[in-house]
């Protein structure tokens, strides 16, 4: 026979915000500001160019990758690539916001 837990009363309200909130944890898409100078810079994830430089917000899904790559890349500028877990895009969401580059021109 199975076990049957039984709450408190009031729990259960508590329960099911606690549930919903983890249901938000899972997520694999993240809204993510990106700026970067030049303003027309493309800038691309995982190999997609999904808009230009300036200030955007971008939907970044991660599906069922462990890491995407986020380019930006503008003629007569250095490109810069870097690759972000979850945490990373979680961290810096939350201590710094935004992701900034500024690209450096080639010589």
């Known amino acids: 026979m199975p076990t049957i837990l039984r709450l408190p009363p009031g729990s259960?309200?508590?329960l099911l915000a606690g549930l919903l909130a983890c249901a938000g944890c899972s997520s694999s898409t993240y809204k993510v500001?990106?700026?970067v100078d030049p303003p027309t810079a493309s800038v691309y994830v995982n190999?997609?160019?999904v808009g230009a430089g300036?200030?955007?917000?971008?939907?970044i899904d991660f599906g069922a990758n462990e890491r995407i790559c986020i380019q930006a890349v503008a003629s007569s500028h250095e490109p810069v690539t870097e690759m972000f877990t979850r945490q990373q895009i979680?961290?810096?969401i939350s201590k710094y916001g935004?992701?900034?580059w500024v690209l450096k021109q080639e010589k």
């Open 33 to 35: 500001g990106i700026a």
């Open 12 to 14: 259960r309200h508590a």
């Open 90 to 92: 979680n961290d810096q």
């Open 54 to 59: 300036s200030r955007r917000v971008y939907e």
């Open 98 to 100: 935004d992701f900034s």
């Open 47 to 49: 190999g997609e160019r």
